[in-house]
Structures are given as structure tokens and as C-alpha cells.
């Protein structure tokens, strides 16, 4: 078995309601001592709301402050004050609140790590289908918010021209794709 990476001491930096900001006393597999900044976020759940009768997919677009650029993404998010949900009760939620979208059914289709170098953070994919539209019910934060439906040529497009540039949300349709490859066999 290789040796791992050890944590001898912790301590918190920062806190808010979203994230803690930690910073690790290690001892790498050599002996060696160091240092290891890790954000904690608790696990997310992102969204694939798709009408497979139009073959389309329902986005949100947002100003996403880090990068200064409104970005198209499918809806995710954590739940408030760092609580941890069971994933699809979150999953349920956050296409609620983003969108106003009700899904019949929402499916599991996988794990992705958001940025497994620096944060702890995991979060759910899963695929709503049986949708019925509703009112949304966004968070503060959120008051900048639009969702629109595309197609999947529409998606298609606005990935490769970089309208789309979410890593969650790219990764996400990887699993669609897999999914649909999957059933047509």
C-alpha cells in the first residue's frame, strides 16, 4: 500500500456562510513537512433539466463575480448556511429555486470532484425529466438570475463557441452522453 499524506494540525482561516477556508500541518510520504490550503464546501447538487419531446435542456445564466462574465450553466448549488442534504432533496431544490421547474423524475447519474486539488467539495449530476414549470424561488444572491430553454444544437453551439464554460456543467453532459450511448446499445 503507498504512503498517503498526513495531517498532523488544522486550523480555519475563514469562514462564511458558503465556505470554510482551511489550512493543513502535513507530513508527505518522504517525511517531509508542509503546508495544504483546502476549501471546504458542502456537497452540491447540479441539475439536468431535459425535455426529451424538444430535445432540450433548460439553463441558467448568471454574473459569476470570480471571473467578472455573466456564464449559461444547467442549475446547482448547496443548500443554505453549509447544511448538508441528502442529493436529490438538494437536487429537487435547487431546479425549484433556480428555475421554477418541478421534475416527476430526477436521476442519479453520477459524482464529480469540483477542484480536487484545492477543495473538498463533491457534488451529485442528475437528469430531471417529467418537468412542469412554476414559479422560481431564488435566494438573495441569485436576483440576477435568468433561465432560458435551448436546444441541443443550441447547447452544442454555445459550448464550442464558450458562451457554456462551466467545468461542473460540461462534465455533467458527459454523463448524459454515457447515459444516452448506454441505452441505444
Known sequence: M????????????????????REDDIVRPDGSAGIYAVVD?????????????????????????????RRWE???GTAPDQ????PETLAHRELREETGLRAQTMER????????????????VFL?????????????????MHSAWFSRAELDRMIRDGEVT??????????LLLRESRIQR
Open 2 to 21: 503507498r504512503a498517503t499524506i498526513r495531517r498532523t494540525a488544522t486550523r480555519e482561516v475563514y469562514r462564511n456562510n458558503w465556505l470554510t477556508l
Open 128 to 144: 430531471a425529466t417529467g418537468l412542469t414549470e412554476g414559479e422560481h424561488e431564488r435566494e438573495h444572491e441569485e436576483q440576477d
Open 74 to 76: 444547467f442549475p446547482q
Open 41 to 69: 464546501k458542502p456537497t452540491y447538487a447540479l441539475v439536468i433539466p431535459y425535455d426529451a419531446d424538444q430535445d432540450r435542456f433548460h439553463l441558467v445564466e448568471q454574473f459569476r463575480y470570480p471571473l467578472g462574465l
Open 83 to 86: 447544511h448538508h442534504l441528502d
Open 109 to 124: 447519474l453520477g459524482q464529480l470532484d469540483v477542484a480536487a486539488g484545492m477543495s473538498s467539495q463533491r457534488g451529485w
Open 166 to 175: 462551466d467545468a461542473q456543467s460540461i462534465a455533467a453532459l458527459t454523463f
